[in-house]
């Protein structure tokens, strides 16, 4: 099987090579942001390392000055080291079982023949922006690159759950993909729905980005998309998806990518939840990003400021900016909306009326009136993030 040019040998000498470093000291475990560097790996064009094995590289922000995140800069993150490097689509099956009328497994060409279903949503990492935090936190040290504006196509994940049957009793659908864990002992990869999330309509199987196949980084052939939530459910090279009579006892459901359970997801910085909850939907973000924090202007030239702005689902009403670090704020235009799950560009056309060190604010409200604190809420896996930003540009 070959990928856009790229042999199923040359991908795995790559990462080989990586992983090799790793072993040999060369590239230290997690690299923080400052040290952070371009690598290239297959199927992708440079992105900054986070760490090499598992492979998790993030977006450069340059990226994000168009609507669409194209395949090659979309970022990268898997937990386990053994990932699938290559997928024979003439043995690959997508098996469907446990409490269905008739277990399932259908092959890629089977999966095609379902209704095919197209639109744009932000994938994003639970943990973007964790490097942000204050104060800082364990775990990946994301900058913002850890997110995306893709355009999915694939089949609605309960139409594939209807053609198994699925029985009364059941309450979950668990899912799980082609990557291993490098140690028996390590915890599988298992995410599950509850069932009457997972039969909702805009949840796919998408075997498309942007009009092509699924690079293998991120989930060839086929991954689960459910739009409005972070990216921890969107699970990859899916392999296996089993409706349950009892609820999940996965790590990574009972113990990892839970929240505080309170409507703000947040407690005192420092303490620790009473009870917490699987992390579901995305907060509300607006992020600047031409010019870059800390960029320098030539005084006396107009420029405009533009940026994204998303939310969990529902489409973003307002953006307001501030150039004066959040004393007066005035709208932004928006450019077009493609659809609740997609992120929105905005746009500010500014000329500075002296030079000086302009600190310019951004805030997004959606349309069921979520936005962005001023200071950032905290929880001890840093996720969430969505404070306002606060970036410098000198004007000279
Ligand atoms: N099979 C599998 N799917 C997975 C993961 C994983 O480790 N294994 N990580 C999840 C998480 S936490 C994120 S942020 C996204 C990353 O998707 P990407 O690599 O396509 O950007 O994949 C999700 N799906
Ligand atoms: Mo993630």
Known sequence: MEFKGVSRRNFIKTLGITTALAATGTIPPVLYASERRLVTYPEKTELLLLTSSPPQLETPLKYFRELITPN?????????????????????????????????????????????????????????GRSFFEPPLFGGQWLNGAMGNVTWGGVRLKDVLKSAGIKTGSIEVVFKGLDKAALSATPG?????????????????????????????NGFPVRLVVP?????????????????????????????????????????????????????????????????????????????LMGVAFSGGY????????VD????????????????????????????????????MVRATNSIGESQPLDGLWNPSGYLLNKIERHNLIVT
Not at 283 to 300: M, V
Request: charge should be neutral.
């Open 72 to 128: 090659e800069a979309l970022f990268v993150r898997w937990h386990l080291s053994n990932i699938p490097t290559s997928v024979d689509l003439d043995t690959w099956r997508l098996v469907i079982h446990g409490n269905v009328e008739k277990p399932i497994s259908l092959s890629f060409d089977d999966l095609k023949k379902f209704e095919k279903i197209s639109y744009t949503a932000v994938i994003q990492c639970a943990g973007n």
């Open 228 to 304: 409005g939530w972070y990216a921890t459910y969107w699970v990859k090279s899916l392999s296996d998806i089993e409706v349950t009579v009892k609820s999940s006892e996965s790590f990574w459901m009972k113990t990892a990518y839970r929240i505080p359970d309170d409507p703000c997801g947040c407690v005192e910085p420092g303490t620790a939840p009473k009870k917490t909850v699987p992390i579901t939907r995305m907060t509300t973000r607006s992020l600047l990003i031409n010019p870059e924090d800390g960029s320098r202007i030539k005084f006396g030239q107009p420029i405009e």
């Open 325 to 360: 670090g959040g004393m007066d704020w005035r709208p932004a235009r928006l450019g077009i909306d493609i659809g609740r799950y997609s992120w929105i560009q905005w746009f500010y056309p500014w000329q500075p009326t002296k030079p000086g060190t302009y600190q310019v």
């Open 189 to 217: 990869f298992l995410k599950s729905l509850q069932l009457d999330k997972a039969l909702e309509d805009d949840i796919i199987i998408a075997y498309e980005m942007n009009g092509q196949e699924l690079p293998m980084l």
């Open 315 to 322: 489409s973003i009403k307002e953006v307001l900016v501030s």
